[in-house]
């Protein structure tokens, strides 16, 4: 079964401190995405990233961002210099691809929410 | 511009009124979905569709009902809703099969049953 962990329920930062969400994810699948979501006050959901499982590659976009592990199935968002705009519910999420080339559905974890004070 | 359009946004009812969420997309995806959020519990799934005709459960089905009669429609259906119901609801579509493994989400519909 898959399954997607994000340990940290809250966390509050200030102003212009890093701050890293950490993601555990849990499949048998050899092929899959992973996925960041956020979902700021207003409550719609924002992509930010999706990856796949052979890409391994961090990638940085301004002031986020991500590290794919699989050795660790981990999938942590990293915010560097935070603003108070990113503020937000983040989640991450995962979907897995079988042998036919399907998809399957996208899981989500709990989210964790980001305060950020000025 | 493509997109998935939810309807309403907003909707305080009452215990036992059926009511139907819309949910349409343009993109011609064949893969939709629904899903319920509440605090602590994250996105869980309710109903997806892999195609026309084609629904299956997620993982709370229970008190909702979904048809798909065409590509772009995926209506949920609530026969008789009660306060447990209450939730902000997501539907999502993907193009589905090989060609593609991104989401688009609605905006969302914020259901209160009292």
């Known amino acids: 079964a898959q399954k997607v962990t994000q340990a940290q329920t809250e966390i509050s930062v200030v102003e212009k401190e890093d701050v890293t969400l950490d993601c555990v994810y849990e499949t048998r699948d050899t092929t899959y995405y992973l996925f960041w979501y956020k979902q700021p006050p207003s409550g719609e959901l924002v992509f930010l990233i999706r990856?796949?499982?052979?890409?391994?590659q961090n990638e940085i976009s301004g002031r986020y961002s991500w590290n794919f592990q699989k050795s660790t199935s981990s999938f942590n968002f990293t915010i560097t210099a935070s603003q108070v705009v990113d503020s937000a519910v983040y989640f991450c999420?995962?979907?897995?691809?079988?042998?036919?080339?399907?998809?399957?559905?996208?899981?989500f974890g709990k989210g964790t929410k980001l305060s950020v004070k000025p | 511009e493509a997109q998935v359009t939810q309807n309403p946004r907003y909707l305080i009812t009452v215990t036992g009124k059926k009511l139907t969420v819309t949910c349409s997309q343009n993109m011609n995806h064949e893969y939709m979905s629904w899903y319920r959020q509440d605090p602590g519990l994250g996105l869980r799934q309710i109903y997806y569709?892999?195609?026309?005709?084609?629904?299956d459960k997620g993982d709370v089905p229970e008190g909702y009902k979904v048809s798909r009669k065409e590509k772009r429609n995926f209506p949920l259906i609530l026969e008789s809703p009660s306060p447990n119901q209450t939730s902000l609801y997501f539907c999502?579509?993907?193009?589905?099969?090989?060609?593609?493994?991104?989401?688009?989400f609605g905006s969302g519909t914020r259901l209160t049953v009292v």
């Open positions: 999420a995962l979907t897995t691809v079988n042998y036919g080339g399907s998809q399957g559905n996208l899981i």
């Open positions: 990856r796949n499982s052979f890409d391994e």
């Open positions: 569709s892999m195609n026309v005709e084609v629904t």
């Open positions: 999502a579509s993907s193009l589905g099969g090989r060609r593609d493994y991104g989401y688009t």
